[in-house]
Structures are given as C-alpha cells and as structure tokens.
C-alpha cells in the first residue's frame, strides 16, 4: 500500500537556526498537509497546500514558517529561525481530495521529531 | 474556526471491558472522521461518519454520528490490549475549508 514518507525521523537544531522537513506524499493525491503534535498534546493542524499553492493555513503558521513542492514529489516545511517551543513532533499527510478534500481521509507519514536546543 | 471537544481524555480499563469516547462540536458538521494513533506512531484514518444518525461497524469499533451532526462517539466491545492508543475525532474546520481539526483525543490504557 502506498505510504506518506518524511526525512528525517529525527532533526536536532540550535535555537535560531532553520530547518527544512521533507516529505513524498502519496502520488495520486492531490492535498497536502502539514500536522505538529507537542509531545502528549492534540493533533494541530499547521497547513494545507493544493495546485501548488497554500490552501489555508492556521494562527500557529506564522512568518517563520513556509512550504514548498519543488518538484513533482517532494513537498517541503520550513521554519526559518527555529524557536524552543517549535520542538515537536511534525506529520505531514496527503489526501486524494476527489470526494471533498474534508471528506477525504488524510494519511499521515511517520513524521519528523524536531527538536531545538 | 469549529473545535471538536473529546471527553474523557484518559481512560484506563481491565481487558475484556468496554470502552467509549465522545466528540462533541459546538456547530454541525458535514462529515466526521476517527483516527488512531498508536504510542509512539503516526494517526491512522479509521472511519468516516457523514449521514445524520449514521452507525458503523468495524468488528468491536461502533461508529455513531448524531442526529444534528454536532455530536460522534465510538465504542469498543470487549476491549483488547491491541486497542491501546489515542483515538482522535476530526472534523473541517469550516464549510468551505481544506483542514481538518483535531478533536484533543482519549488516551486508552488497558491492563490484562
């Protein structure tokens, strides 16, 4: 079965410095997503992408923060100076979106720990 | 934006007990989904519920979406130790957005 995949599971980084996380969403979909989960804490949503743009995006997506699909499979978050409370658990996920992408389901990749020093 | 809230947020049970979560939203949703997210991985989709009054089953998993569509629960006979995780519900966050908003979830222990 196709699968969402993220690099790297884990990402130490100094306060300050930026990040970029990566993910190969499923081919065949057409949303995509970017989740953060503080460590025992809720499920937020960060940002939706369709048709290589930003769809919508949440209070938490903030100037730090961008995302990109450089290619035809990669897509890309960035947080451009990295803050201590940045650290947590980041998913992306992907959705076909064909039957109303809020009735699609969303698969998740196995995310990327991020954590600042 | 629509919140979902989920009660209770932990819940420990014996095996063999049942097990129920609850999601409630203070405006109507046009659908509802349930995730699970085993300790340490990624939420997996269960279910979507998007008819008023709407049941599903999924062997021990009952899916319900209530009458008015504010209002989900899920409920698991017999429970296992393989049922152990956080169960999320998510709905849109508006009627014509592309996200999906997490409910805070349940967290299921279950001791043999």
């Known amino acids: 079965e196709p699968e969402v995949t993220q690099t790297p599971s884990h990402q130490v980084t100094q306060m300050g410095q930026e990040v970029i996380l990566r993910c190969v969403p499923i081919s065949n979909h057409l949303y995509f997503y970017w989740y953060r989960q503080i460590l025992g804490q809720k499920v937020e949503f960060l940002v939706s992408?369709?048709?290589?743009?930003?769809?919508?995006k949440s209070e938490i997506f903030d100037d730090q923060f961008s995302v990109e699909r450089p290619d035809g499979s990669n897509f890309t978050l960035k947080i451009r100076s990295t803050k201590l409370e940045d650290s947590a658990m980041y998913f992306c996920?992907?959705?076909?979106?064909?039957?109303?992408?809020?009735?699609?389901?969303?698969?998740f990749g196995n995310g990327t720990r991020l954590t600042v020093t | 934006g629509q919140q979902v809230m989920q009660i209770p947020q932990y819940q420990h049970v014996q095996e063999g007990e049942d097990f129920t979560t609850y999601c409630n939203s203070s405006?109507?949703?046009?659908?509802i989904q349930w995730y699970k997210q085993r300790p340490g991985g990624h939420p997996v989709f269960l279910i979507q519920?998007?008819?008023?009054?709407e049941v599903k089953k999924q062997k021990r998993l009952t899916f319900q979406f209530g009458e008015a569509k504010k209002n989900s629960s899920l409920h698991i006979t017999a429970t296992q130790t393989t049922d152990v995780g956080t169960y999320f519900c998510?709905?849109?966050?508006?009627?014509?957005?592309?996200?999906?908003?997490f409910g805070k979830g349940t967290t299921l222990s279950v001791s043999s």
């Open positions: 998510a709905g849109p966050g508006n009627q014509a957005g592309t996200a999906l908003i």
């Open positions: 519920l998007v008819k008023s009054g």
């Open positions: 996920a992907s959705s076909e979106g064909r039957s109303g992408v809020a009735r699609s389901p969303l698969h």
């Open positions: 405006t109507t949703l046009s659908n």
């Open positions: 992408f369709y048709n290589n743009e930003i769809s919508e």
